[in-house]
């Protein structure tokens, strides 16, 4: 019985060595830690990425142990290596030789006869798409000017496709809902000075209105009287919010709820004068631009126009000139400039301009010039009763300069001359009125170009708003002469 459990103490010690030394023939459990990071390699074998460990992958001898631990038993310490897991093809238990090395895949290549086959690549620094078709190679002789400009095109083309194939942010002829652009634009709309979409406003509406913060805008809409617009404020700021609204969609925005601010007038409901514009804000500005670039949005429901919250250059239209007996155009031009060129008119025009800031005279004497040379005539065929032709003649001008009030006295004084011509009659400014159509001054609602524009959605010469029927037809009746409406 004594021998007999001194050999199973003795059998178990041995099962107890091996386990925690095996032989090297015995592979080792495989729940063992991996031997392997800077504890068990020396820092000159170490792999630099993950990459080289694949390549470098192998087991070393063990290290001596530590003075603390028993003799031959290393102290097991948890460690978490991140080692990549290699390749089913590679020997794991393989032994071979790490070696570091600095040089690159380029200097250990083999030289070989394949640099001068034909089938190298004419240029082994250039990497070649994976697929593409291989170009043919080019004659070995200088290439001329033609053939290097259409080479540049060649290489821009799809480039250019791209672009053509694409509609603009500003494409304004895609809604069916609106009058298209027409080939030079709309008809410009002319008015009594740069503000005159502010005129009669309450001055506590349009402080409120500075303060909005932008992008903003404001609309003037066809059609409808300062009166028509005081009583159906309601109808019409709804019907521009939905049409805008309507734009913002096809913009392709998420945007909020725009927001629309009908005019009040100054003195209130009993004023004799109204408003008419609408204050747009709370919109993105991309729409914004869209809507102010094409100005002018006609759609069966309401027509409107666009403008910027700003006042731009002064308007163009300076007044109008009836009593020639001539429609030539000509004719009347030089006559006007032949006015304003006369020495004493000249020296009062000097005068004017040298109160607006231009630094010497020789500016001054210029800015003369330019205006003279813009003047521009444009003829309106009023008829009265009868059928008779008498023809009346806006006179237009670009202003040199954008202050409002050197603007305004240069248009007094030309308003109050004479326009002689020879045989042709005098010309004398006449008063304007504005189209009940489109609001502006240059032509009276018998005469408004937009019903002429294709695919005209908006309101017709024949066909006015109720209030603005019922007004004509009452001075139709007893009406003033020679008016064209």
């Avoid at 700003?310 to 009347?332: E, I, K, M, R, Y």
């Avoid at 005098?426 to 489109?438: E, I, V």
Wanted: aromatic content about 8%.
């Amino acid at each position: 019985v004594h021998h007999t459990m001194k050999d199973k103490e003795t059998s178990s010690i041995k099962a107890t060595s091996q386990t925690a030394r095996p032989y090297p023939s015995t592979p080792r459990p495989t729940s063992q830690t991996p031997k392997t990071g800077p504890r068990f390699f020396p820092p000159n074998t170490l792999p630099q990425d993950e990459e080289s460990m694949e390549e470098q992958y192998s087991f070393l001898p063990d290290p001596p142990s530590s003075p603390s631990s028993p003799p031959d038993t290393p102290t097991p310490i948890h460690r978490e290596i991140c080692v990549t897991k290699p390749q089913n093809d590679l020997s794991v238990f393989q032994e071979f030789k790490v070696v570091q090395s600095n040089e690159t895949p380029a200097d250990n290549a083999v030289p070989s006869d394949l640099n001068s086959s034909i089938h190298a690549p004419g240029n082994a620094m250039v990497d070649q798409p994976m697929g593409a078709p291989t170009s043919p190679p080019l004659p070995s002789r200088a290439q001329t000017a033609e053939e290097d400009s259409i080479l540049a095109h060649l290489a821009l083309a799809e480039a250019n496709r791209s672009i053509l194939s694409q509609n603009g942010v500003n494409h304004r002829t895609v809604l069916p809902q609106f009058t298209p652009t027409p080939i030079g634009g709309f008809p410009h709309v002319h008015m009594a000075h740069s503000a005159q979409i502010f005129d009669h406003l309450d001055n506590k509406v349009l402080l409120a209105w500075f303060q909005v913060e932008h992008p903003k805008f404001l609309v003037r809409v066809f059609d409808h009287s300062a009166k028509d617009i005081a009583e159906k404020t309601a109808i019409i700021a709804e019907r521009i919010r939905a049409s805008i609204a309507t734009i913002a969609d096809y913009v392709h925005q998420e945007t909020p709820p725009i927001r629309v601010s009908p005019p009040q007038p100054q003195g209130g409901r009993g004023s004799k004068e109204f408003p008419i514009g609408f204050l747009v804000h709370k919109v993105p500005e991309e729409t914004r631009n869209l809507i102010v670039n094409q100005r002018i949005w006609s759609s069966p429901d309401i027509t409107f126009e666009a403008l910027p919250f700003n006042c731009s250059q002064p308007p163009a239209l300076l007044f109008c000139l009836s009593g020639f007996t001539t429609s030539d155009t000509d004719l009347v031009r030089k006559a006007v400039a032949d006015v304003w060129s006369h020495e004493d008119h000249r020296h009062e025009i000097d005068d004017i301009f040298s109160q607006c800031g231009f630094q010497d005279d020789e500016l001054v004497y210029k800015a003369t010039r330019d205006l003279i040379k813009s003047i521009r005539v444009e003829l309106l065929d009023f008829k009265i009763t009868g059928g008779l032709s008498v023809p009346r003649f806006n006179i237009f001008a670009t202003s040199p300069t954008n202050d409002a009030k050197t603007w305004t006295t240069l248009r007094g004084f030309l308003h109050l001359l004479e326009y002689p011509t020879g045989l042709e009659g005098c010309g004398t400014a006449t008063a304007l009125f504005p189209c009940q159509l489109c609001h502006s001054l240059a032509h009276p609602r018998g005469l408004c170009p937009f019903p002429l524009v294709p695919q005209w959605n908006g309101p017709k010469i024949n066909n006015r708003s109720t209030t603005s029927s019922a007004r004509q037809s009452g001075r139709s009746r007893g009406g003033r002469p020679g008016r064209n409406t």
